[in-house]
Nanobody, 127 residues
Framework: QVQLVESGGGLVQAGGSLRLSCAAS????????MGWFRQAPGKEREFVAG????????YYKDSVKGRFTISRDNAKNTVYLQKNSLEPEDTAVYYC????????????????????WGQGTQVTVSS
């Protein structure tokens, strides 16, 4: 059983920064792509960023490109999301997720391609 535990959420003013962490356990972390998703009240869960299993390839939602950076440390079984220049529109619960397919060469943007999810961490950006 895979466990994903997020941390690092909180309240921040617009223009500020936060770094989310997601610690994984239960299977070979380095064999799976990872993703970050978010869900705002009344909205569907949406892809934010993804990273390939070896960290070479990264993918972003257009609205966060240049502001967010996804990275991973396979030695620590952890994936990160550095968020800079935060905007009120970034307010949401953020979830990390692990790919259901081992050795996939890229990170999918589709929630259905991920079968393990963290509990979520709230990020609130005040204007």
């Amino acid at each position: 059983q895979v466990q994903l535990v997020e941390s690092g959420g909180g309240l921040v003013q617009a223009g500020g920064s936060l770094r989310l962490s997601c610690a994984a356990s239960g299977r070979t972390f380095s064999s799976y792509a990872m993703g970050w998703f978010r869900q705002a009240p009344g909205k569907e869960r949406e892809f934010v960023a993804g990273i390939s299993k070896n960290g070479v390839s990264t993918y972003y939602k257009d609205s966060v490109k240049g502001r967010f950076t996804i990275s991973r440390d396979n030695a620590k079984n952890t994936v990160y999301l550095q968020k800079n220049s935060l905007e009120p529109e970034d307010t949401a619960v953020y979830y990390c997720a692990a790919d259901r397919v081992q050795f996939r060469g890229w990170a999918s943007r589709r929630p259905d391609d991920y079968n393990y999810w963290g509990q979520g961490t709230q990020v609130t950006v005040s204007s």
